[in-house]
């Protein structure tokens, strides 16, 4: 019994540094390396041989830095023992000297104008010569270790077909000579959306998980918001840079109450208001007028506009749902994508009625842009709920748990349909497999109660 729960430990904290460390040592290693794929081979390795030895050694104090010795030294005797002619063994050599010590302030010395490799690993996956798409796959597979099968899922496209464009896209990295770096300032501009961007999807991976147990990844989410702020660091007279760390920050506040103790996913009507973090809205909000004040309004000031309306509503009745639906009026300028559009439905819905939010909500579905997206079948059931069409809303909630990712949100559908089944028997229903996740979809999901 004492040996099972060992090795319940050590398989729980493999975990646990997998979700926190991966992306530092599979960056550490490509800026060590120079090669994406020996860099995750060498990473997997590393953390093949924590299952096998911290049961018998023990858990390290800092499992990060014993990942990314193990993964080093990996990295060395693969080099070696490909080694051809001297350049491969200096090469092999350098990799076996620390990193350089921290400065006297603990920071360490500044390589290429930001100290960090994660940061670095954006901005060459964002590189303007790669494709927009084969960008955010590469970023998403280093910076949060989901698998190909998970991104191709997220692209709607086939694992074999992602496979190649990630082939393809680190292929054209070596061969280019793309520099792993922190461009100068004079070159931000030409990637600064899409490094906005895939801080966006690495901060929503967080936010709302892919699939699994869990509805939220606080350690990404977390991660995405500290690279936001050296982000802004390095340019703090870019208003979106600033629009997006307020955005995070304002989502971030409610992490503590968005699912209760029992893993039930928490309604935003639902949650404790006083349990959200206030110094992060307080900043967040901060940010915000001063990004704003700048005059050049984007897709993620507008985001952060709309989060603000409910971080600041003392109450879910003082929220402001016709400043809200206003918001996404504009931010369908800025973002026409259809689950925007499902957005301002809600939106809408709550202002002016269950009505006028279910017909907008109609539109969507026979436009059939949002196929095989929970939330929209999700919140026509609500509608229909609210306008007193029970078999209706127990139908269409059924459609909405038939294809919701992950286990949080299925549970608060499969509670819904026990609320509105004919006889209330309150009856089990089966789980399905995870659904597809949508690249396009905002960190801030549909608010209204469901």
């Known amino acids: 019994m004492e040996e099972h729960g060992r090795d319940a430990a050590v398989d729980a904290a493999v975990a646990r540094a997998f979700r926190e460390e991966w992306s530092l040592v599979v960056a550490t290693l490509i800026r060590v390396t120079g090669d994406f794929d020996l860099a995750e081979e060498c990473a997997q390795d590393a953390f093949t041989l924590a299952v096998r030895t911290w049961p018998r050694d023990g858990i390290p104090a800092k499992p990060g830095a014993w990942l990314t010795t193990a993964a080093r030294n990996r990295a060395v005797d693969r080099i070696r023992r490909d080694a051809v002619g001297a350049g491969k063994l200096r090469e092999a050599a350098r990799m076996i000297v620390p990193d350089e010590p921290p400065t006297d302030d603990g920071t360490t010395p500044d390589r290429d104008t930001v100290p960090d490799d994660r940061l670095r690993l954006i901005f060459t996956c964002c590189h303007p010569a790669l494709a927009v798409e084969a960008q955010v796959a590469l970023a998403l597979r280093t910076l949060t270790g989901l698998s190909t099968a998970e991104i191709a899922r997220a692209f709607l496209v086939p694992e074999a077909t992602m496979s190649q464009r990630l082939v393809r896209v680190k292929r054209k990295i070596r061969s280019a000579g793309i520099p792993y770096r922190v461009p100068p300032a004079h070159l931000l501009p030409e990637r600064t959306a899409a490094v906005l961007g895939v801080l966006y999807l690495l901060f929503n991976e967080g936010y709302t998980a892919s699939a699994g147990p869990d509805l939220q990844r606080p350690d990404l989410a977390a991660e995405a918001i500290r690279l936001a702020r050296v982000l802004t660091h390095l340019m703090p007279d870019e208003p979106e840079a600033t629009g997006l760390l307020a ?204």
């Open 247 to 450: 955005l995070l920050l304002l989502q971030h506040a409610r992490r503590a109450t968005r699912v209760a103790d029992d893993g039930e996913l928490v309604p935003l009507e639902e949650q404790d208001r006083g349990r959200w973090d206030a110094a992060a809205i307080t900043e967040g909000t901060a940010l915000l007028e001063a990004a704003l004040r700048r005059r050049s309004p984007g897709p993620y000031q507008v985001q952060a506009a709309i989060a603000a309306c409910h971080a600041t509503a003392a109450r879910a009745a003082d929220t402001d749902w016709a400043q809200i639906a206003g918001l996404y009026r504009e931010l369908r300028r800025h973002l026409p994508t259809p689950v925007v559009e499902l957005n301002h439905a809600v939106a809408a819905g709550m202002a002016y009625g269950p009505g006028t939010g279910l017909a907008l909500a109609d539109e969507l579905t026979a436009r059939g842009t949002l196929a095989g997206y929970h939330l929209l079948p999700a919140t026509r059931a609500d509608f229909l709920r609210r306008l007193g069409r029970t078999a209706e809303a127990h139908a269409t909630y059924s459609e909405a748990f038939d294809l919701a990712r992950t286990d949080a949100e299925r549970s608060y559908l499969r509670r819904r349909l026990a609320e509105t089944s004919p006889d209330n028997s309150g009856a089990e229903v089966s789980v399905p497999a995870p659904p597809v996740r949508r690249l396009d979809e905002p960190i801030h999901e549909p608010e209204g109660p469901r």
